[in-house]
């Protein structure tokens, strides 16, 4: 081997299709606590852990063959006393006397490895604190309020997607249920914008409601719900529109106190 | 339907027979894996080539990380393919991890199959002492999983937003077209638990479809006394050992492979 390979900074095997090194430079061996010739007719699996031999040849060895080279890859190489070298790993495929050849040249990186493990934690950290936050937003998005005995208010604030139709839809069954409420209030005062889309998801979400048995007063439709609706030839027929929230709940309690028709 | 499944699993259909013969690519990789085995087999034979979803150029929305998390949801992938190409009499190729998915779909429709050819197969990666050796530990996988976070090997959901915030940058996009076993770290990571941790030793017995156990020399990740395992548990299964080295012997040594697969499916008059 050359001699300046031999004694550069850094690891250095040549191994072939098999996965036998055919040569490696004295800087890897010195990491690895073996002598001259300690890897020659070795596999590269003898250096690897357990893992790093599925790594090797699920990834790695595919990678070289299909793409000629591999780059970046992060492995742990494993000692003659059974240290490991955490290391970046590129391998290049060529051809040599007739028959392939993969060489790779390990790097170690010991500190950038601790640093790493460290960015990997805190993003782990990071996206469970996400998914609590999105739990909670859920919650915090579809509220169903119990105004009076069998009257719910529902406030729809924002934006009215699909998704939070569903859920809103979800919440305020099992509320109409649990709560045994005969007047459900929707109200959209807070929405940002009326499209075609959100009153079909909103006279949706009023036809649940009343399949429930309960009826369903939407409150809040202003001037420019009003030009929407009309602008999109859509009629809210059956359900109850009050102008404000106030009058909503004036016909709510009214409606509320009327004999009932369940047997309860 | 089967247009969005043709899609959804990046489906290739090539050769000139009649008889359909279904590649499955192993874990790590994708298709591509069997460039050196699979146009032997174009002149006699309907040759399928798929992704699984979360692999390759598979469709990524389609992934649901529930399905994906137990080898059964990857069964249903081989199931899908073949009923949206509507095939029958199948010769099912599986390699690695995906010689077992190919028993748990035959174990669904035995029907559909004519052989099982499964290459490098291991119905069990961890040791289960004092009976059964996979050749693992669990700590050994814990190796592996960690391997699998740090290495982000043409991670396409990475390179992708990447992609579409430096439009001036075209070499960026030819980087996530050209990526060879992309994949996506999360996903990877839920199939290397699929793989790994699974052990499907009680699912051999229920195996209808005759089946052909491709064992490599000195394969590390499925050693010859799995490949034994298999042969005394797997009804109908025929042993052939390799003289293929390692753990891809459809990518070492494809011609051995093509050999043994062909022979066997003609000793089967599957021509």
């Given at each position: 081997m050359d001699e300046l390979l031999d004694t550069a900074p850094c690891g250095f095997i040549a191994f072939g299709n098999d996965g036998h090194i055919l040569a490696a430079n004295a800087t890897l061996l010195g990491w690895l606590g073996l002598g001259a010739g300690?890897?020659?007719?070795?596999?590269?699996?003898?250096?690897?852990?357990p893992g790093g031999r599925i790594f090797y040849q699920t990834y790695f060895f595919p990678l070289l063959v299909l793409h000629g080279r591999a780059e970046e890859i992060y492995l742990s190489l494993r000692g003659a006393g059974g240290e490991e070298v955490p290391v970046l790993a590129n391998a290049a495929r060529r051809e040599r006397g007739g028959s392939p050849v993969n060489d790779c040249v390990f790097v170690p990186m010991r500190q950038r490895r601790r640093f790493e493990d460290e960015l990997l934690s805190a993003k782990k950290e990071a996206e469970e604190a996400n998914r609590t936050k999105d739990a909670l937003i859920e919650e915090l998005s579809t509220p169903v309020i119990?105004?009076?005995?069998g009257v719910l208010l529902g406030p729809v604030i924002g934006s009215l997607s699909r998704e939070r139709a569903d859920l809103m839809t979800a919440a305020l069954l099992r509320a109409v249920v649990e709560r045994r409420a005969r007047v459900v209030i929707l109200d959209i005062?807070?929405?940002r914008t009326m499209d075609a889309d959100v009153v079909r998801r909103l006279t949706n979400v009023a036809a649940a409601v009343r399949l429930m048995g309960a009826e369903c007063v939407l409150t809040g439709v202003g001037a420019g719900v009003a030009r929407t609706l009309v602008r999109a030839g859509i009629e809210l027929g059956g359900l109850e529109v009050r102008r404000t929230l106030a009058d909503g709940l004036t016909h709510a309690l009214r409606a509320a106190r009327a004999p009932s028709l369940h047997n309860d | 339907m089967s247009e969005e499944i043709l899609r959804r699993n990046n489906v290739k259909v090539s050769g000139r027979g009649r008889r359909p013969v279904v590649f499955a690519h192993g874990f790590g990789?994708?298709?591509?894996?069997w460039r050196f085995v699979a146009p032997a087999f174009e002149d006699d034979y309907r040759v399928v080539l798929f992704d699984y979803v979360?692999?390759?150029?598979?469709?990524?929305?389609?992934?649901?990380p529930e399905r994906y998390s137990t080898l059964d949801g990857y069964a249903r992938d081989v199931l899908d393919v073949c009923e949206a190409l509507r095939l029958r009499d199948v010769v099912f190729v599986g390699h690695s991890v995906s010689g077992v998915v190919g028993l748990l779909a035959s174990i669904k429709e035995?029907?559909?199959?004519?052989r099982l050819v499964l290459v490098?197969?291991?119905?069990?990666?961890v040791n289960h002492p004092p009976d059964y050796r996979?050749?693992?530990e669990r700590a050994d996988i814990e190796g592996l999983l960690d391997l699998m976070d740090k290495n982000y090997i043409g991670w396409a959901s990475f390179l992708a937003p990447v992609v579409a915030k430096n439009p001036e940058r075209p070499e960026l996009a030819r980087e996530l077209e050209e990526s060879?076993?992309?994949?996506?770290p999360r996903v990877a990571r839920r199939f290397a638990e699929a793989t790994f941790l699974?052990?499907?030793?009680?699912?051999?017995?229920?195996?209808r479809v005759p089946s052909l156990i491709m064992q490599c020399s000195?394969?590390?990740?499925?050693p010859a006394e799995v490949g034994d395992y298999m042969s005394r548990h797997l009804p109908g299964s025929t042993l052939r050992q390799l003289?293929?080295?390692?753990?891809c012997p459809h990518m070492s040594h494809p011609e051995e492979t093509v050999r043994v697969i062909k022979e066997y499916l003609a000793a089967g008059g599957l021509t």
């Amino acid at each position: 081997m050359d001699e300046l390979l031999d004694t550069a900074p850094c690891g250095f095997i040549a191994f072939g299709n098999d996965g036998h090194i055919l040569a490696a430079n004295a800087t890897l061996l010195g990491w690895l606590g073996l002598g001259a010739g300690g890897l020659a007719g070795r596999h590269v699996e003898s250096i690897l852990p357990p893992g790093g031999r599925i790594f090797y040849q699920t990834y790695f060895f595919p990678l070289l063959v299909l793409h000629g080279r591999a780059e970046e890859i992060y492995l742990s190489l494993r000692g003659a006393g059974g240290e490991e070298v955490p290391v970046l790993a590129n391998a290049a495929r060529r051809e040599r006397g007739g028959s392939p050849v993969n060489d790779c040249v390990f790097v170690p990186m010991r500190q950038r490895r601790r640093f790493e493990d460290e960015l990997l934690s805190a993003k782990k950290e990071a996206e469970e604190a996400n998914r609590t936050k999105d739990a909670l937003i859920e919650e915090l998005s579809t509220p169903v309020i119990t105004v009076w005995d069998g009257v719910l208010l529902g406030p729809v604030i924002g934006s009215l997607s699909r998704e939070r139709a569903d859920l809103m839809t979800a919440a305020l069954l099992r509320a109409v249920v649990e709560r045994r409420a005969r007047v459900v209030i929707l109200d959209i005062t807070g929405v940002r914008t009326m499209d075609a889309d959100v009153v079909r998801r909103l006279t949706n979400v009023a036809a649940a409601v009343r399949l429930m048995g309960a009826e369903c007063v939407l409150t809040g439709v202003g001037a420019g719900v009003a030009r929407t609706l009309v602008r999109a030839g859509i009629e809210l027929g059956g359900l109850e529109v009050r102008r404000t929230l106030a009058d909503g709940l004036t016909h709510a309690l009214r409606a509320a106190r009327a004999p009932s028709l369940h047997n309860d | 339907m089967s247009e969005e499944i043709l899609r959804r699993n990046n489906v290739k259909v090539s050769g000139r027979g009649r008889r359909p013969v279904v590649f499955a690519h192993g874990f790590g990789c994708d298709q591509n894996m069997w460039r050196f085995v699979a146009p032997a087999f174009e002149d006699d034979y309907r040759v399928v080539l798929f992704d699984y979803v979360g692999s390759g150029k598979s469709d990524l929305r389609a992934y649901d990380p529930e399905r994906y998390s137990t080898l059964d949801g990857y069964a249903r992938d081989v199931l899908d393919v073949c009923e949206a190409l509507r095939l029958r009499d199948v010769v099912f190729v599986g390699h690695s991890v995906s010689g077992v998915v190919g028993l748990l779909a035959s174990i669904k429709e035995p029907g559909l199959f004519a052989r099982l050819v499964l290459v490098g197969p291991s119905p069990c990666y961890v040791n289960h002492p004092p009976d059964y050796r996979g050749g693992f530990e669990r700590a050994d996988i814990e190796g592996l999983l960690d391997l699998m976070d740090k290495n982000y090997i043409g991670w396409a959901s990475f390179l992708a937003p990447v992609v579409a915030k430096n439009p001036e940058r075209p070499e960026l996009a030819r980087e996530l077209e050209e990526s060879f076993c992309s994949t996506d770290p999360r996903v990877a990571r839920r199939f290397a638990e699929a793989t790994f941790l699974a052990d499907n030793r009680r699912d051999l017995p229920k195996v209808r479809v005759p089946s052909l156990i491709m064992q490599c020399s000195e394969d590390a990740i499925a050693p010859a006394e799995v490949g034994d395992y298999m042969s005394r548990h797997l009804p109908g299964s025929t042993l052939r050992q390799l003289d293929a080295t390692g753990h891809c012997p459809h990518m070492s040594h494809p011609e051995e492979t093509v050999r043994v697969i062909k022979e066997y499916l003609a000793a089967g008059g599957l021509t």
